[in-house]
């Protein structure tokens, strides 16, 4: 199952609201994950079952799906949150990931 | 609290062999499923391999037949035999614990394999 994540990078400031989509090329229900990585760490849950937001995680983070489109919203961008974003599917093996948007200061 | 500590990185000529290492703490790897994500040096991320609680393995294609999944319980350690290794095996080699709702909120910190000669 390939998923395409868009776009693989954006400029954004501190307050914007920002969308990260990603397609899956066949279906694969609610089993996608979202992660952000900061450079040189290990990825961090953000988000479960496309929707599910994981403990500990801001509110201003969301996700959601629209068949096999998946979207990952930040409701107010802040400075924490420039960083690596990946989504992956946990439908059927081999597990994939997007291919990851970058997030960077405007 | 839940602990993954990689280690055994190395600097690797082309078809040599590597095993990573992913000591846990805080739970048994006996009771979950273990796997193994790679991040190549600038790229994304990429699932590498599993083991279930009752030893079933599956891997990516990249490395089906060169590299090994294990788990010895009573080191409560997971480990990833690599042989045959080439230079697009260079990355970043992530363990990670997947919880009973099939998804990966514990990772380690990353261990380096790089293979060049």
């Known amino acids: 199952i390939q998923l395409t994540q868009s776009p693989s990078s954006l400029s954004a400031s501190v307050g914007d609201r920002v969308t990260i989509t990603c397609r899956a090329s066949?279906?694969?229900?609610?089993?996608l994950a979202w992660y952000q990585q900061k450079p040189g760490k290990a990825p961090v849950l953000l988000i479960y079952?496309?929707?599910i937001l994981q403990s500990g995680v801001p509110p201003r983070f969301s996700g959601s799906r629209s068949g096999t489109d998946f979207t990952l919203t930040i409701s107010s961008l802040q400075p924490e949150d420039f960083a690596g974003y990946y989504c992956?599917?946990?439908?059927?093996?081999?597990?994939?990931f997007g291919g990851g948007t970058k997030v960077e200061i405007k | 609290e839940v602990q993954l500590v990689e280690s055994g990185g190395d600097l690797v000529q082309p078809g040599g062999s590597l095993r990573l290492s992913c000591a846990a703490s805080?739970?048994?790897?006996?009771?979950?499923?273990m796997t193994w994500v790679r991040q190549a040096p600038g790229k994304g991320l990429e699932w590498v391999s599993i083991?279930?609680?009752?030893?079933?393995?599956f891997y990516a294609d990249s490395v089906r037949g060169r590299f090994s999944i294990s788990r010895d319980n009573s080191e409560n350690t997971l480990y990833l035999q690599m042989n045959s290794l080439r230079p697009e095996d260079t990355a970043v080699y992530y363990c990670?614990?997947?919880?009973?709702?099939?998804?990966?909120?514990?990772w380690g910190q990353g261990t380096l394999v790089t293979v060049s000669s």
């Open positions: 079952a496309a929707s």
């Open positions: 805080g739970f048994s790897v006996t009771n979950y499923y």
């Open positions: 066949q279906g694969i229900n609610n089993f």
């Open positions: 990670a614990k997947r919880e009973h709702n099939g998804y990966y909120l514990s």
């Open positions: 992956q599917q946990l439908q059927s093996y081999p597990l994939t």
């Open positions: 083991i279930y609680t009752g030893d079933n393995t």
